[in-house]
């Protein structure tokens, strides 16, 4: 069954610091993924996407995310994070055939804190 | 931002009562999608919707129904609320099915008591 694993419920960086957050799938073809960040009492925003093609792709707000696909992972990387990064982040894999084509299916999200 | 909105953004019901959820959409795009969020759960899918009067179940559609009759119109409801159904309620749509690309609204909140 397809699935996505985001392995760290909550992570807590300085302000200034590199930010990777973790993202793997489970899919049986060719993933379309996505990143999305929710700030509190919001809904989704959608950081950056990966169908085909250069498998580091840039979103925006300075993020970006590297698709290995012999990790089957995703994972969303931002170089220096600032205090407005705090919020939760989820990871999505798009189903791109059989009779739930056009859905997503979401991991569990990590919340991200920054120390001042 | 995509021109979603969900109605109302706050509802506190009681256990047994019937309850619909709104979300209404200016993009014109054809699909539309019901997800519940909980803690610890991420977004699960309840019901989509790929076309006026076409909707299909999503993994946790138990509980919940919904109708499409205008493309901008999408609606949940839930016949008989339980304190299981409280959760954030999202709407979403997506205009390019094949790459699955979703614009979320805000969110309601449900508290079921």
């Known amino acids: 069954a397809q699935s996505v694993t985001q392995p760290d419920i909550h992570i807590t960086v300085s302000e200034g610091a590199s930010l990777e957050l973790r993202c793997n799938y489970s899919?049986?073809?060719?993933?379309?993924l996505f990143w999305y960040v929710q700030s509190p009492g919001q809904g989704l925003q959608l950081l950056l996407k990966?169908?085909?093609?250069?498998?580091l792709v840039q979103g925006i707000k300075g993020f970006e995310a590297e698709f290995k696909r012999s990790q089957s992972s995703f994972n969303l990387r931002k170089p220096s994070v600032h205090w407005s990064d705090a919020a939760e982040y989820f990871c999505a894999v798009g189903l791109n055939y059989g009779g739930s084509q056009g859905n997503l299916i979401f991991g569990k999200g990590t919340k991200l804190s920054v120390k001042p | 931002d995509a021109g979603i909105t969900q109605s109302p953004r706050h509802k506190v019901t009681e256990t047994g009562t019937p309850v619909t959820l709104r979300c209404h959409q200016t993009?014109?795009?054809?699909?539309m999608y019901w997800y519940r969020q909980d803690p610890g759960h991420g977004l699960r899918l309840i019901h989509y919707?790929?076309?006026?009067?076409?909707?299909d179940k999503g993994e946790v559609s138990d509980g919940y129904s919904v109708s499409r009759s205008k493309t901008e119109d999408f609606l949940l409801t839930l016949e008989s609320a339980t304190s299981s159904q409280t959760s954030v309620y999202f709407c979403?749509?997506?205009?390019?099915?094949?790459?699955?690309?979703?614009?979320f609204g805000p969110g309601t909140r449900l508290t079921v008591l």
């Open positions: 899919y049986g073809a060719t993933p379309y």
């Open positions: 919707s790929y076309g006026v009067k076409d909707t």
């Open positions: 993009e014109n795009h054809r699909y």
């Open positions: 979403a749509i997506s205009e390019l099915f094949d790459y699955n690309e979703q614009f």
């Open positions: 990966y169908f085909s093609g250069d498998t």
